[in-house]
């Protein structure tokens, strides 16, 4: 008994000590900052000169001018984006979990571009997407008298960026989708074929439900990178022409009018808004 007893004190010991240093980290690099950024939005403050405390000040502000919240409007094209996004990597996911020749060189190829740095891809595009860029420059040669102008027409900005951000993930949610596929019991699949099932009727009945917690996962991401998008458009359009988004307003708020307080303040509101919308999602998840 008293060996037993031993041998849990230890093991205790043992779980503690491995969790104590990522438990450190994220409280100093996690909540922390959190807690000074919720400190700070109660604050008038430029970053440099004294503090001023001015209580629910920022927050009125913020919810009182309809320009802060306008620019969600952006992520519904992310959105929608992400969406298409997973469908189309469901879609590859399956594909190459059918035994086709080649599928390891398809799956390199496709999670290439979440190798590449957001800077990097943000580069590639606005050469790509530009006015005198690659793709212009090939609709020219096709005949195109006009091309349209991708970055700099309000009406088709926001299309490109999502584009853009689609080419980029999808790689990282077939490969996701593809080792969800994977892990499934091949016993299963075996006795729907017995049985005469269709594909479609063995992606419905047996596919989706089995990959569902990682569907899940990938809603959640979608729909905190729609809110919270910042390197793509940032990088090829500065948040110009209709392209700015909540975060990019935010950063402007911060470095170029120096209003730290401010921007603390729409820092809070976009956490809890991210923070309630992946539990929503979690609920309807969990009521499947």
């Known amino acids: 008994m008293k060996m037993q007893m031993s041998y849990n004190r230890q093991r205790k010991w043992v779980i503690f000590a491995f969790l104590l240093v990522p438990v450190f980290l994220v409280v100093v690099f996690g909540f922390l900052p959190v807690f000074n950024m919720l400190g700070y939005s109660f604050l008038k403050w430029d970053g440099i000169g004294p503090k001023k405390f001015i ?21 519904i094209y992310y959105f929608v984006g992400s969406l298409i996004q997973l469908a189309v990597a469901l879609l590859c996911a399956v594909i190459l979990c059918s035994q086709i ?25 606005l050469y790509f997407f530009k006015d005198t860029g690659t793709l212009n420059s ?6 195109a008298k006009e091309p349209p102008l991708w970055l700099t027409d309000s009406s088709k900005v926001n299309y490109s960026l999502a584009f853009t951000s689609i080419w980029r993930y999808t790689g990282f949610n077939v490969v996701m989708f593809v080792a969800a596929i994977q892990s499934l019991p091949s016993d299963v699949y075996e006795a729907a074929n017995l049985d005469g ?28 990178g ?7 458009p940032y990088i090829m359009t500065g948040g110009g022409n209709g392209s700015s988004t909540f975060v990019i307003r935010t950063m402007d708020t911060a470095f170029k009018f120096n209003k730290i307080g401010l921007a603390s303040a729409m820092a809070i509101v976009l956490t809890i808004i991210v923070i309630v919308v992946s539990a929503v999602q979690d609920r309807l998840f969990s009521q499947k």
């Open 55 to 75: 209580g629910l000040d920022n927050y009125q502000e913020l919810f009182t001018r309809q320009e802060n919240f306008r620019v969600f409007g952006v992520s």
């Open 226 to 232: 729609a809110v919270s998008v910042f390197e793509i």
């Open 138 to 143: 090939l609709l020219k040669l096709m005949g």
């Open 101 to 125: 020749k080649g599928a390891t060189f398809f799956k390199g190829v496709l999670f290439f571009p979440n190798l590449i740095n957001g800077v990097a891809i943000g580069f590639i595009f």
């Open 197 to 224: 099932a269709t594909s479609w009727q063995k992606f419905r009945y047996i596919t989706f439900p089995g990959i569902a917690p990682v569907i899940q996962i990938n809603m959640i991401l979608a729909v905190k």
